[in-house]
Each structure stands twice: as structure tokens, then as C-alpha cells.
T-cell receptor, first 111, second 111 residues
Framework: DQQVKQNSPSLSVQEGRISILNCDYT??????FLWYKKYPAEGPTFLIS?????DKNEDGRFTVFLNKSAKHLSLHIVPSQPGDSAVYFCAAKAGSYQLTFGKGTKLSVIP | KAGVTQTPRYLIKTRGQQVTLSCSPI?????VSWYQQTPGQGLQFLFE???????NKGNFPGRFSGRQFSNSRSEMNVSTLELGDSALYLC??????????FGPGTRLTVT
């Protein structure tokens, strides 16, 4: 039973345009959500997070939106840069329990 | 401040052997989690430790075990290795149980 789903295995975007990565979850107990970026042969790097009491959080070029009623969150990257090319993981947690990850979306930013 | 470190970075073992992986968390972080990453499966939670106590455990067979020492360093052990145990093993540490910071991982290959 996959509680966190990233339905797009890959995404290609032109440099300078917006990248939108999507994530859906099924567990209504999840109250904290995170996005990680991962390059090959490296561990995931924390990007941005959002608590369930908010619907938006911004950090520079990265914005995360949370729609609790739809159990959906998205990561917007504006503008996209070639260095953003990586695998992006969505993760969620309920209280003090462990992170549950999606399977990732590979983003390719084309110069 | 140094990040999460994991040793060794690469390991090749044969079926039936056992292996021990090590993780040193960020200084001051008392929580450590372990994840297994395999192609197509994303990051699967193994276990989490806080102050030398296992707080949570994922759905893995008993061949997978771990422990945490008084200095918060953690080890995980896999006994009777199987080909399917080939994966990237990631360790993460946290100060507040919300934000988790990952190490570079140990790439285990079982032949």
C-alpha cells in the first residue's frame, strides 16, 4: 500500500520555465511534508517542507503548495535551471513517526 | 558543522555473508534513521533510533538489525545476505524529528 505517490516518473522542462512536481498521499494522519532532491551517488538533500497548518511555503525559487482536501502537494521551481536536474522525492510524516517517501520524479532541465 | 557521514561508501559481499554499515549523525542530533533505496522502490524505511532506543521499525525481515551508541553513532547489520539486499543504504539524522538530513549512503552489492 503506497501511501505517498509520485505518479510522474520523469519530467522535462526548458531552462527558465516553471517546473511543477506533484505528489499525492492517502494517509490523512500525515501532518508534515518535505521535498528532497537527489543526485546520483549522493544522499537526498532537504529542499523545503510544509506543515499541514499551512497551504504554501516559499524559499527562493522553490514553493510548495499543500491541498489537504485533495491530499495533494506540489513543488514549483521558478525559474528552472540546468543544475536542478535531479530526482525529486516527496516525503510525509505523521507526528513523530518516520518519513514515508514517494518513488521519485526525475527532473531534466534542458538548456 | 559536518554533515552525516557513512562508512564504507561502497561494499561488495557474497550471498550468505553478513555486513555492518556505520553512520555518524550531525553533531547534536540524537535521532538516526536508516533507509534502503532500490531502483523503482524509492526509499524504504528500515528503523529509527533515539538515545540508543529503537523507536520505529519498518517492514523488513529480522536479518536486518541496528543499534545506536551513546554518542548517537549508529550501525546497521544485515546477516545472511541475499542478492535482493543489493541497494543504497541511507542514514539520516534529525534534531527535531521534523527535518531529516541524509548521508551519502553506502552502496552494497551482493554477488
Amino acid at each position: 500500500d503506497q501511501q505517498v505517490k509520485q505518479n510522474s516518473p520523469s519530467l522535462s522542462v526548458q531552462e527558465g520555465r516553471i517546473s511543477i512536481l506533484n505528489c499525492d498521499y492517502t494517509n490523512s494522519m500525515f501532518d508534515y511534508f518535505l521535498w528532497y532532491k537527489k543526485y546520483p551517488a549522493e544522499g537526498p538533500t532537504f529542499l523545503i517542507s510544509i506543515s499541514s497548518i499551512k497551504d504554501k511555503n516559499e524559499d527562493g525559487r522553490f514553493t510548495v503548495f499543500l491541498n489537504k482536501s485533495a491530499k495533494h502537494l506540489s513543488l514549483h521551481i521558478v525559474p528552472s535551471q540546468p543544475g536542478d536536474s535531479a530526482v525529486y522525492f516527496c516525503a510525509a510524516k505523521a507526528g513523530s513517526y518516520q518519513l514515508t517517501f514517494g518513488k521519485g520524479t526525475k527532473l531534466s532541465v534542458i538548456p | 558543522k559536518a554533515g552525516v557521514t557513512q562508512t564504507p561508501r561502497y561494499l561488495i559481499k557474497t550471498r550468505g555473508q553478513q555486513v555492518t554499515l556505520s553512520c555518524s549523525p550531525i553533531s547534536g542530533h540524537r535521532s538516526v534513521s536508516w533507509y534502503q533505496q532500490t531502483p523503482g522502490q524509492g526509499l524504504q524505511f528500515l528503523f529509527e533510533y533515539f538515545s540508543e532506543t529503537q523507536r520505529n521499525k519498518g517492514n523488513f525481515p529480522g536479518r536486518f538489525s541496528g543499534r545506536q551508541f551513546s554518542n548517537s553513532r549508529s550501525e546497521m547489520n544485515v546477516s545472511t545476505l541475499e542478492l535482493g539486499d543489493s541497494a543504497l543504504y541511507l542514514c539520516a539524522s534529525s534534531l527535531d524529528l521534523d527535518s531529516w538530513y541524509f548521508g551519502p549512503g553506502t552502496r552494497l552489492t551482493v554477488t
